[in-house]
């Protein structure tokens, strides 16, 4: 069974930085998109960014782009999330998620996450 551990949540003020990183194991292919999602309080789980097993496609929510940056490093079945710039706005649990092929956008398209990280940024 895939599991997925992520790590490196926390508490930032406000136009800090946080890197996420969340490792893979059990996983039975080693091709495989992963991405990276968020819930915050009374809110909808909501996409943050994916990336192909390739590295050649990423893709980001118009919330983040130019703040955020996903990352891979396949030989660690790792996946990262860079995060600068942080606005209390981005305050959530933060899952990852992977899935068979091709990265993908929404939540429905992923069939293993990990259990979650708090990232709370204050003003």
């Known amino acids: 069974q895939v599991q997925l551990v992520e790590s490196g949540g926390g508490l930032v003020q406000a136009g800090g930085s946080l890197r996420l990183s969340c490792a893979a194991s059990?996983?039975?292919?080693?091709?495989?998109?992963m991405g990276w999602f968020r819930q915050a309080p009374g809110q909808e789980r909501e996409f943050v960014s994916a990336?192909?097993?390739?590295?050649?496609?990423?893709f980001y929510a118009e919330s983040v782009k130019g703040r955020f940056t996903i990352s891979r490093d396949n030989g660690k079945n790792t996946v990262y999330l860079q995060m600068n710039s942080l606005k209390p706005e981005d305050t959530a649990v933060y899952y990852c998620?992977?899935?068979?092929?091709?990265?993908?956008?929404?939540?429905?398209?992923?069939?293993?996450w990990g259990q979650g990280t708090q990232v709370t940024v204050s003003s």
């Open positions: 059990g996983l039975t292919s080693s091709s495989y998109a």
């Open positions: 998620a992977c899935r068979p092929g091709g990265a993908r956008r929404e939540v429905a398209d992923f069939n293993s």
């Open positions: 990336i192909s097993w390739s590295v050649a496609i990423t």
